[in-house]
């Protein structure tokens, strides 16, 4: 689609690059007292089915039994969403362009599997869940993945072939079916007569304690982090065998540990059951909704002596043995024994922050559809406390007025913690990116391409960064001049995930002024330009978070992108990521960034479609009153990702080997199953570091999603890159 409605220009300003050890100030924690309180709410009918209509009057929400108004009410229905969307790309195919203005920057899944707690015989089992829970939510949401033994996690992402790697490395760690239970690190004397420490038995074993402690504080630390973003549908989904402890009536009492936990209301409440109730209180701050799913399936009573495999030490007969309970005696309790212990309590924690428990069932598919169900479906309701007396827990009940045969999921409560400290001077741009999730006021996209060092050499790559921004006409009209013009500012944050450090930060700003294309009749409501720089950065894996504000629409956004950086010199071969183009030149306007690494004065520059030769199109073009270096890529990216058989796109890649050999290169167009759609070969310049430029046609190819890849071979070696996108109809 040709977008050139305008062409560009950018005078020059004044920007600052700032060393890599000046991470970004963290935005002002949210405090309900001074916010709106919001509410997830899932309505249910008696056949399972979500209840659709219903109107802020239908609803009844009270806060400690006391009915509040409601000020704001949406209902949401990602699945009309849904329905208009492109067709997917493959799941498998890494994603190269971010962006913040799609559905799933709307909603933010993070998957927990529980390693620290899963028997190593049900590896596949979960792997297979986690699998259907990736493809199943597809492109629509924003996710990130947790394993409880802290190995694998996966950042906040749209790319799902990331999270399917992290899959791919899972393994449970429980070398026996018997479920764990909850032991306490209390020091008992096996000599009533001796102090000596070599005859204290300290409780439990120390592997066992930090499991049941790990699996919990993982579950708080994500959910204290988003937290700080309660405009987002925000939902675990945890993969786990749990732990044999009863938890029955432990959140009842709020903020303190209720005396019902315990049958002796003098003793004290363990130490698991406070660490239970801190990730609990993380999840009622965040209004993070917890879906549960036991990989264990259907336990039948038959079933249940297999799960409690090996017995314990000593003892020989089931009789003997707490972990099969009365259950496989005939016994009516059904709740006693250790695997349904920890099935009830994976039911109470998902109840309990308004989501629900997939326990005691085969259908794994069928539950992980009526979970994304519920996501895709649900009323937000928000209210101002109108008693702002006390701290703490506060209960909430909300239900829909003469339907008491309906089922509602929602958080049982919320915390009131008082008056907020005093936020810490920030930024606009650092605010932007201090979230978990991305802001999307001002639409953007973002792709970082790694190039290797230079011919001056060098260790780090030179990551070129395209930033794309969406604004309103209207917006940046100026009067009755047909020139639009906007005053922004951007900065650019590469987070080295490794050690969670940013790792190079750069800050710009540009006064730009567009003007309407030559011949342009109807003027667009909206208009997109492309600003183009360059990063340096060693290899590693990033996080790059971007933020840009407008003065003109008073509004920033931000967008985030993992990608990671290679070590050029690790290799015989190598290939950098693929870069494509309109093959006619940009169909947008681009401003250049030409800030020399390491220099503070920035200058902006604007190359379009519209101001280059057609000769030279899509070749860059450097101001010779300016002396930056040129980018490491001869033109200009596109970030689409979506076009029509009638364009033709232009491909660059460059090949990196340690000792020049004669390289070949296969282009192969793909569909979604692997299929070739077509093919063809060329023959890369000889050199170190040779590269390919061509043209690229699409109008052999039908409507549909497809993966252009690459194949450079020496006859020995062979290196591999992918890139997606649609044909649209």
């Not at 008696?46 to 806060?63: M, P, Y």
């Not at 007396?389 to 045969?405: H, L, M, T, W």
């Not at 504000?549 to 950086?565: P, Q, R």
């Not at 199953?673 to 190819?701: C, K």
Request: aromatic letters at 6%; glycine letters at 8%.
């Amino acid at each position: 689609m040709n977008r050139a409605w305008f062409v560009a220009f950018a005078l020059p300003v004044i920007g600052v690059s700032v060393t890599a050890q000046q991470a970004p100030q963290q935005p002002p924690v949210f405090r309900t007292n001074t916010e709106l309180v919001e509410i997830d709410v899932v309505v249910v009918d008696t056949a399972g089915q979500r209840v659709h209509g219903l109107t802020k009057d239908d609803f009844i929400l009270r806060d400690r039994k006391k009915a509040q108004s409601i000020e704001t009410f949406t209902e949401v229905q990602w699945s009309i969403a849904r329905a208009t969307e492109l067709p997917p790309l493959p799941p498998e195919t890494r994603v190269d362009v971010a962006s913040n203005t799609s559905a799933k920057a709307g909603r933010l899944v993070v998957i927990v599997l529980d390693d620290l707690h899963t028997y190593r015989g049900r590896t596949d089992t979960v792997k297979g869940i986690a699998r259907n829970i990736v493809n199943e939510l597809g492109p629509e949401s924003s996710m990130s993945l947790i394993q409880t033994g802290g190995d694998h996690g996966v950042e906040v992402t749209d790319d799902r072939s990331r999270l399917l790697g992290s899959i791919d490395k899972f393994m449970g760690r429980r070398p026996t079916r018997r479920p764990l239970d909850v032991c306490e690190p209390i020091a008992i004397l096996r000599d009533a007569e001796t102090a000596d420490a070599s005859n204290v038995d300290p409780g439990c074993e120390i592997q066992e304690l930090n499991a049941n402690r790990d699996l919990y504080r993982a579950l708080e630390d994500a959910a204290t982090i988003l937290g700080r973003d309660d405009k987002r549908r925000k939902a675990f989904i945890l993969v786990s065998e749990n732990v044999a402890k009863d938890i029955s009536g432990l959140f009842d009492g709020g903020e303190q540990i209720s005396n019902i936990v315990s049958s002796n209301p003098r003793t004290p409440a363990s130490s698991y059951e406070y660490q239970l109730l801190n990730t609990m209180n993380a999840m009622r701050r965040g209004n993070v909704a917890t879906y549960s799913i036991d990989p264990r399936g259907l336990i039948t009573p038959h079933k249940l002596a297999e799960e409690c495999f090996p017995p314990p030490r000593g003892e020989r007969g089931i009789g003997n043995d707490p972990c099969v309970g009365d259950e496989v005696q005939g016994s009516p309790t059904a709740w006693n024994a250790w695997v349904r212990k920890a099935q009830q309590g994976l039911k109470i924690v998902s109840e309990e922050t308004g989501g629900f428990a997939v326990v005691n069932t085969d259908d794994f598919t069928g539950s992980i559809s009526q979970i994304i169900t519920d996501l895709d479906n649900y009323y937000l309701l928000g209210f101002y406390p109108s008693d702002m007396n006390g701290r703490g827990y506060r209960p909430i009940a909300v239900e829909v007025k003469g339907r008491p045969e309906l089922t509602l999921r929602y958080r049982r409560g919320y915390q009131l913690e008082g008056a907020p400290d005093p936020p810490k001077p920030t930024s606009e741009l650092n605010r932007l990116v201090g979230g978990a999730l991305p802001k999307n006021d001002l639409p953007l996209r973002l792709q970082a391409i790694p190039m290797p060092p230079g011919p001056a050499g060098g260790k780090h790559a030179r990551v070129v960064i395209a930033l794309e921004l969406t604004v309103p006409t209207t917006a940046m009209k100026e009067g009755d001049s047909d020139r639009l013009l906007d005053d922004i500012e951007y900065g650019m944050y590469a987070i080295d995930m490794k050690g969670a450090k940013v790792r190079e930060r750069q800050s710009s700003g540009a006064k730009v002024t567009l003007r309407p294309r030559p011949g342009l009749v109807v003027v667009p409501d909206k208009v997109t330009y492309e600003i183009m720089s360059e990063m340096p950065l060693p290899s590693g894996h990033y996080q790059l978070r971007a933020s840009a504000t407008s003065e003109k629409l008073n509004a920033g956004g931000s967008v985030y992108l993992s990608f990671d950086v290679p070590d050029f010199s690790k290799d015989d071969l190598q290939l950098t990521d693929l870069v494509i183009a309109y093959a006619d030149g940009p169909h947008i306007p681009i401003a250049r960034d030409l800030t020399p690494v390491r220099i503070q004065t920035t200058s902006v520059e604007a190359v379009t479609r519209d101001t280059i030769p057609p000769r030279a199109r899509g070749a860059p073009v450097v101001p010779t009153t300016l002396s930056a270096p040129p980018l490491a890529i001869p033109f200009d990216p596109t970030l689409d990702r979506a076009f029509v058989a009638r364009d033709t796109l232009r491909l660059y890649f460059k090949a990196v080997q340690r000792n020049a050999t004669a390289l070949t290169a296969t282009i192969s167009a793909l569909a979604p199953d692997g299929t070739v759609v077509a093919t063809f070969d060329r023959v890369l310049e000889f050199g170190t570091q040779p590269s390919l430029d061509i043209s690229l046609p699409l109008n052999q190819l039908t409507p549909g999603a497809y993966r252009l890849q690459v194949v450079v071979t020496d006859g020995t070696n062979e290196a591999m890159r992918e890139v997606a996108f649609i044909v649209r109809p």
